[in-house]
């Protein structure tokens, strides 16, 4: 009984003494929300509306274009109900992460549009979706 008693010890001990005892950082979420155009999203306070696309020359997957195009899409962005700005963005296909709206506390970012074009013409007012991310 006694060897039982001090082997359980034992094993209690280095149990204990195995936890890692060093702080652990948490890094901050991220959001990512996904806007259909006239449709808008409250983050604490502010308001982010996505307007329309003013214009997608967009160059389609599958043909060969001189220049890739762009997207040109307008941002609504409200604080308290009160309009602080109307934002123009560039959507270019290699841009990521295009800042809108900073911070103490968060940055808003426009990640991508979509859809992407398949074909010229085939991308239809009602469906374009607007990536922004929250961090």
Same mark, same amino acid.
């Given at each position: ?9 034992? %094993? ?25 155009? #006239? ?19 967009? %160059?389609?997957?599958?043909?060969? %274009? $001189? ?8 941002? #609504? $962005?409200?604080?308290? #109900? ?7 963005? $560039? ?29 010229? #013409? ?14």
């Amino acid at each position: 009984m006694k060897y039982l008693s001090v082997l359980f010890l034992l %094993c209690f001990t280095s149990v204990v003494s195995a936890q890692d005892s060093t702080l652990v950082t948490l890094e901050t979420p991220k959001l990512s929300i996904g806007l259909v155009e #006239g449709s808008s999203y409250i983050h604490e306070y502010v308001t982010f509306k996505f307007i329309k696309v003013i214009q997608d020359s967009r %160059c389609p997957k599958n043909v060969m %274009c $001189i220049r890739a195009g762009e997207a040109e899409v307008l941002i #609504g $962005i409200y604080k308290n #109900g009160l309009l602080l700005e109307e934002k123009t963005i $560039i959507v270019r296909p290699n841009t990521r992460l295009l800042t809108l709206y900073s911070n103490a506390e968060v940055i808003v970012s426009a990640v991508n549009l979509l859809p992407y074009p398949k074909e010229a #013409g085939a991308v239809s007012d009602w469906s374009y979706v607007l990536d922004l991310l929250f961090e």
